[in-house]
């Protein structure tokens, strides 16, 4: 049974103020209901006023997507009820959406090129916010600090295959948003997800208000099992609207699906319609992530794995070209794999990490003063520290402080009989053939050395010393 996902992403345009008033958009560490006004509180009488800033993001977004922008938009009035919604209507784009007709390059799980088709992105006004009250109360309290917050609607074809797919697409749309300059990934709430999938045949099924990426891929996920299940047994899958219950990795039932008669639509008699498509093409855009993954594989000579990671976030692009210069492949290995790797284990972003510290690591590991092993061992100490709020030490202080540098072939035929006359039964095991037997005879001087030897060079050593007689 073929699975087909649709998206509709909402996402939080980073401006300064609102999307029809002057209301700071700037309020995640204040109080409740501090950032609202009459406007945005929908009292009779208020009148709104369309954010500019917003309108030039939406274009920005639809000429990066190849999109057609109409030569007349319009805003409507989309009605219902809701307690976060003080208007009992939400103030949308319709009929008459900003743009039309666009394209997301993407993988698909075979790993080929794929089109995902953009049918349209509008914008609109984000309602209020719930806030349930813990311990079983029969209330909830509305914060409306977020009422008002511009949203862009990216509404996409039925074109995803699978979870995995829909996941890969979301990731790509980030990464255009983030290079653009018109969202802040890492803001909480700043991108939610209305996930629509079927089985083919089947009725569809819409996710609501996923706020992660990796919960869209375990809602999907889910909901094929549930609806496979529901076929195998012989009964229907209801045309509904279900809920993402994060903590168990489940979908609920909320209510039957709304049809768009249910909504009522009719043109906001308070907003003029819009007609800014003579205004695109004087938009700059800046390098977008195919173009600058095209270009690092060409100027640096990288891998496309590791251009596709380096390009996959603009401050990760931007660090990776500040510390590029003396040798973009060691740099690439080691930005994409080992930093980026103990970034995650940390929590940590790559904002955190001096760039001329990394620079002085990687002329260490140029020259051969350390080997692979000790630079991760110093790379962990500087993270360590910065994650603390302490200085980060130049990697060669730690390595001097510590005595890390390589090993010279002295200690290495000082550390090599001792680790060999101590484990006798090993060296006749790899007498015997046995290929195990000398990578635990390099382990145990690797140990000795505290990583400051090579391990390629010490399993020749080890193995000669050995085949000549020395034992």
Not at 234 to 259: L, N, Y
Request: some cysteine.
């Amino acid at each position: 049974m073929k699975t087909i996902v649709g998206l509709e992403i909402h996402v939080q345009l980073s401006t300064a103020t609102k999307l029809f008033c002057g209301c700071s958009t700037d309020y995640r560490d204040d109080e409740p209901n501090t950032h609202c006004c009459p406007v945005c509180l929908g009292l009779p009488g208020a009148l709104p006023r369309l954010n500019r800033r917003a309108v030039d993001y939406g274009l920005k977004v639809a000429k990066a997507l190849d999109m057609k922008v109409l030569e007349e938009s319009e805003f409507a009035r989309k009605n219902y009820f809701y307690p976060d919604l003080p208007k009992a209507y939400q103030i949308t784009q319709y009929d008459k959406p900003l743009a039309v007709e666009g394209t997301v390059e993407i993988e698909d799980d075979e790993g080929h090129e794929k089109i995902v088709r953009i049918t349209r992105v509008h914008l609109e006004e984000d309602p209020g916010r719930l806030v349930h009250v813990a311990g079983g109360s029969k209330y909830s309290l509305v914060d409306y600090n977020r009422s008002g917050i511009p949203l862009l609607e990216i509404v996409t074809e039925p074109d995803m295959r699978s979870p995995q797919e829909a996941r890969r697409f979301l990731n790509k749309l980030r990464t255009v948003l983030e290079y653009l300059g018109v969202f802040d990934g890492e803001r909480e709430g700043g991108l939610r997800v209305d996930a629509n999938i079927s089985l083919e045949g089947s009725e569809r099924v819409e996710v609501k208000n996923i706020s992660s990426y990796k919960g869209v891929e375990k809602a999907l996920t889910f909901e094929v099992t549930r609806q496979k299940n529901l076929l195998r047994r012989g009964q229907k899958v209801t045309r509904e609207t279900r809920h993402f219950m994060e903590g168990r990795g489940i979908t609920t039932s909320s209510r039957s699906k709304e049809e768009e008669h249910d909504y009522r639509y009719f043109p906001e008699p308070d907003l003029r319609p819009l007609r800014v498509a003579d205004r695109v093409a004087a938009i700059d855009l800046p390098e977008l992530p195919t173009a600058r993954k095209n270009r690092f594989m060409a100027q640096y000579g990288i891998s496309l794995n590791h251009a596709r990671t380096l390009t996959g976030d603009p401050k990760l692009a931007d660090f990776y070209e500040r510390v590029a210069s003396a040798d973009p492949v060691l740099a690439a290995t080691w930005v994409a794999d080992t930093l980026l790797g103990e970034l995650n284990y940390r929590d940590m972003g790559i904002a955190a990490v001096p760039a001329e510290r990394i620079v002085e690591l990687l002329a260490l590991l140029r020259t051969e003063t350390i080997t692979d092993t000790v630079g991760v061992q110093v790379l962990r100490e500087m993270l360590d520290a910065c994650a603390a709020g302490k200085p980060c030490e130049p990697p060669a202080v730690i390595v001097e402080r510590e005595g890390l540098a390589r090993a010279t072939g002295d200690e290495f035929a000082q550390v090599v009989e001792k680790v060999v006359a101590a484990n006798p039964q090993a060296v006749e095991d790899y007498r015997a053939g046995k290929k195990g037997a000398l990578n635990f005879l390099v382990g145990q001087v690797m140990k000795e050395t505290r990583g400051r030897a090579d391990p390629r060079e010490l399993g020749k050593i080890v193995s000669g010393y050995i085949d000549t007689g020395g034992v």
